[in-house]
């Protein structure tokens, strides 16, 4: 089966429904189509036989016909109500399997999309907000689209054919019929164009107050919950908002019923109307009571398509018209290429130097500048720190030099050629990192470390890091230990210390092999002893590689051949600990100001 990708250089219609239909599944989207279309007609074709049928009855009670020709008419009606009962059948059973195929396809494009978008939409508030409107139930829209453009398109083959079988009998209720159901297509249509984008505004609302309630009743927060007894003030703010949240659904709630109160009572007034208008032929002889009692059901029927029916897929066209432009905005969001790829270590370039040259950059929706004409040059087999005050651009030249965000002006050089030059999965292959904010995986121990590295399965690797890293005691406590599912999803799993956490993050960006390293203060929870500590492994378990050490704690700093000082975007010192000591500038004013504390 043909695999969908998101298109992001063209413009989606209603009428993609329909060929997302078939692309997901053609065969079961194809029954779909036949079913609808069928059922779409009989009714009018079954009207004439039970006008017949009826008449047919009262003459055989008047003794006017033969008993036996009623027969005829019952195993035609049984005929047409047994193919019903299978039709119906048939198109439950394809409508189920339709849904499951596309349901799979759908969330795999959608997940796939996501895990493959550049990590700048991550950090913007508004793509983000997008990506959870699409994310969080993107099927729903998809497959009730299909369901209702296949409504569109019997939709007036049952009209055409209704309306057909009425003219036959009493041409003059055709136009009587359309006119009345023009107020109930328009009302419908304004109000589904705003549907959506009231439903998006409340589902802003309830992602607010989820956060507050579980903020109340997170485990992280427990502590300072409980010393700063802030949870009274959470809760008056999950109220406000749960009242305002409940108050709004009840408006959206309510314009639902009230049209559909509207057009129940519309439908009542139109269809007794008609019925009316019908004992006027009725009572000439221009119709039979067979064909009476058989139209007044058509005319009925009529009218709900074009009263109810085709309103209703108004309705939900004008919604999900502002679902399509949050699908179109969704497709355009750009890829990073080979995403998805796991780091290619083959014919990996050997790492020489890598360059900051005159490096700018400003977050997109912001407007200061964090790296100011920066530059600095790492070499194979020295280790750096790079130091400097909260906001001054360290975490910054991490994600520029791992490719998560492009430089607004200057270069990114690898051994001399610009980084952006080579494929993204060979640029994988020579950074590893351990990030401040590091995860912890809900996965095996050894796994949690493999993971740094997935082109391997090296168990010997593994084990050696892990002794380097002084976890042996670790694992031997561990009920099934290198296969004890770690964290606190499944019932059987274990739950390690934040420290013993981090030290797992280490080791899996070790087993990585990375020729260059980056610790971006993931040790930042840690006293200044076990954090030095963490750092001299590091460092002699990657002897012989680049390092690079990001920290604002400059004890850490001693540690490396240079150091980097970071100060409003760019680079105010640089040179060994010893160098930066002896020149009294601002390295000196920064670890004489730590040291303080520590006296």
């Known amino acids: 089966m043909k695999e969908y990708n998101f298109t992001a250089n063209r413009k989606y219609t209603l009428f993609d429904f329909v060929r997302f239909g078939f692309l997901f599944q053609p065969v079961y989207a194809f029954l779909l189509v036949l079913l609808q279309i069928i059922q779409s007609?009989?009714?009018?074709?079954q009207v004439f036989i039970t006008a017949d049928f009826v008449d047919t009855a009262i003459a055989v009670l008047r003794g006017q016909q033969p008993r036996n020709d009623i027969y005829v008419y019952l195993l035609t009606l049984l005929g047409v109500q047994l193919y019903s009962y299978t039709s119906n059948f048939i198109k439950d059973f394809v409508t189920?399997?339709?849904?499951?195929?596309?349901e799979r396809r759908i969330r795999t494009a959608v997940v796939k999309k996501r895990a493959s978008l550049k990590y700048r939409y991550i950090e913007d508030n508004d793509t983000w907000e997008l990506m959870q409107r699409i994310g969080n139930d993107p099927t729903t829209p998809f497959i009730t689209n299909f369901m209702g453009m296949i409504g569109w398109l019997s939709t007036p083959l049952t009209i055409v054919s209704s309306l057909t079988a009425i003219a036959t009998q009493v041409w003059w209720m055709v136009p009587y019929l359309v006119v009345l159901s023009i107020p109930f297509m328009i009302l419908s249509f304004k109000r589904g164009k705003t549907l959506y984008e009231d439903r998006k505004e409340l589902q802003k609302l309830w992602r607010r107050i989820d956060y507050y309630s579980n903020t109340v009743i997170d485990k992280g927060c427990a502590e300072e919950r409980g010393l700063f007894s802030f949870a009274k003030r959470l809760l008056d703010k999950?109220?406000?908002l749960y009242h305002k949240a409940v108050n709004e659904n009840f408006k959206l709630t309510l314009k639902l019923q009230n049209r559909g109160h509207f057009i129940a009572i519309g439908t009542s007034i139109v269809t007794l109307s008609a019925t009316l208008l019908l004992c006027l032929p009725l009572g000439s002889g221009a119709i039979t009571l067979g064909m009476f009692i058989s139209m007044n059901g058509l005319l009925g029927q009529a009218f709900n398509v074009l009263g109810s029916s085709v309103p209703n897929l108004f309705l939900d066209q004008g919604s999900y018209q502002g679902f399509l432009k949050d699908y179109h905005d969704f497709c355009a969001l750009e890829d990073e290429?080979?995403?998805?790829?796991?780091?290619?270590?083959?014919?990996?370039?050997?790492?020489?130097?890598?360059?900051?040259?005159?490096?700018?950059?400003?977050?997109?929706?912001?407007e200061k500048q964090i790296l100011k004409d920066f530059c600095m040059t790492i070499r194979q087999?020295?280790?750096?720190a790079i130091v400097g005050q909260n906001g001054a651009g360290k975490t910054t030249v991490t994600k520029l030099l791992l490719g998560l965000y492009e430089p607004d002006s200057g270069e990114i050089l690898l051994n001399g050629k610009p980084l952006h030059d080579y494929p993204y999965a060979k640029r994988k292959a020579l950074f590893s990192a351990v990030f401040q904010d590091f995860g912890s995986y809900a996965l095996s121990f050894a796994e949690n470390i493999k993971m740094g590295d997935l082109s391997r399965d090296d168990d010997e690797d593994m084990k050696h890091i892990v002794q380097q890293l002084d976890m042996t005691k670790l694992v031997e406590k561990l009920p099934?230990?290198?296969?004890?599912?770690?964290?606190?999803?499944?019932?059987?799993?274990?739950?390690?210390?934040?420290?013993?956490?981090?030290?797992?993050?280490?080791?899996?960006?070790?087993?990585?092999?990375?020729p260059l390293q980056i610790l971006d203060e993931p040790t930042a929870s840690l006293d200044p002893v076990a954090e030095s500590r963490i750092y001299q492994m590091f460092g002699e378990i990657s002897r012989g590689t680049a390092t690079i050490f990001i920290t604002h704690r400059?004890?850490?700093?001693?540690?490396?051949?240079?150091?980097?000082?970071?100060?409003?975007?760019?680079?105010?010192?640089?040179?060994?600990?010893?160098?930066?000591?002896?020149?009294?500038?601002?390295?000196?004013?920064m670890f004489e100001a730590q040291r303080s504390w520590y006296q």
């Open 41 to 45: 007609v009989l009714p009018s074709l």
């Open 96 to 102: 189920i399997r339709f849904r499951q195929a596309a």
């Open 238 to 240: 999950w109220e406000a």
């Open 337 to 366: 290429e080979g995403a998805l790829e796991i780091p290619d270590h083959t014919d990996t370039p050997a790492f020489e130097t890598l360059e900051f040259r005159n490096v700018c950059f400003t977050y997109p929706g912001t």
């Open 381 to 384: 087999g020295r280790h750096y």
């Open 480 to 514: 099934q230990g290198y296969d004890t599912e770690l964290g606190t999803i499944m019932p059987d799993s274990v739950n390690i210390s934040g420290g013993e956490w981090q030290r797992l993050a280490i080791a899996r960006c070790v087993y990585h092999h990375a």
């Open 554 to 589: 400059l004890g850490a700093a001693k540690l490396s051949d240079e150091v980097l000082v970071i100060d409003e975007g760019h680079v105010v010192e640089c040179g060994s600990h010893r160098e930066l000591m002896r020149k009294h500038g601002k390295y000196y004013e």
